[in-house]
Nanobody, 127 residues
């Protein structure tokens, strides 16, 4: 059974930092693109960041560019999101996602590209 388990969320003041982790189990995702999405109350789930299978290509939403950094450790089957200079508008549930298709690029920004999802971790940024 494939599982993606996020951790590292919490409450932080504006300007602070958090590091999210996503540990995968049940299969290896070292050959698959992975990403982070977030969903704020009353809003659609939106793209945050994505990374290709090797880690050589990364993608960011304009709203987080320059503040967030995505990375992966394929040996540990784990995805990360380092978030810095957090703002109240970053408050949301953050979801890890993985494409089930190895070596497939496609549209990194589209939710439908990702067949596996975690349960989410809450990030709350106070002003």
């Amino acid at each position: 059974q494939v599982q993606l388990v996020e951790s590292g969320g919490g409450l932080v003041q504006a300007g602070g930092s958090l590091r999210l982790s996503c540990a995968a189990s049940g299969r290896r995702f070292g050959n698959n693109k992975m990403g982070w999405f977030r969903q704020a109350p009353g809003k659609e789930r939106e793209f945050v960041s994505a990374i290709n299978w090797s880690g050589g290509s990364t993608y960011y939403a304009d709203s987080v560019k320059g503040r967030f950094t995505i990375s992966r450790d394929n040996a540990k089957n784990t995805l990360y999101l380092q978030m810095s200079n957090l703002k109240p508008e970053d408050t949301a549930v953050y979801y890890c996602a993985a494409d089930a298709r190895p070596y497939y690029s496609g549209d990194y920004f589209r939710r439908g590209e990702y067949g596996h999802w975690g349960q989410g971790t809450q990030v709350t940024v106070s002003s």
